[in-house]
């Protein structure tokens, strides 16, 4: 009995020390949002969001955004956003996101 006992408590342990390990990880991490947006370096500024790129996009082109992604071309940041209109064809189209023009 005494060593399922002892099993168990070291199980716990382990089980304990993991998500500590977890939770420190996490915190590490800097936040999705900062990552997301390039915020560590001046050449990454984004002037447009993703969100009002897709609503730009979506009103000029009476159609749906199934898809949108972030791509690098050198020095600047494109959103390439795949659209599905009303007949059911999927195009995509590019926007800058520095200065929200489509490409």
Do not use: C
């Not at 990454?44 to 955004?65: G, T």
């Amino acid at each position: 009995m005494n060593v399922i006992r002892s099993w168990a408590v070291v199980g716990l342990a382990l089980v304990l020390f993991g998500g500590a390990l977890a939770v420190r990880a996490e915190e590490a991490r800097p936040p999705l949002s900062r990552v997301a947006a390039g915020s560590d370096s001046p050449h990454h500024h984004r002037a447009v969001s993703m969100d009002k790129a897709v609503r730009l996009v979506q009103h000029r082109f009476r159609a749906r955004v199934v898809r949108a992604e972030t791509q690098r071309q050198g020095d600047r940041t494109i959103y390439v956003l795949r659209l599905l209109d009303d007949s059911g064809r999927v195009f995509a189209v590019r926007v800058d996101a520095a200065s929200g023009a489509i490409i």
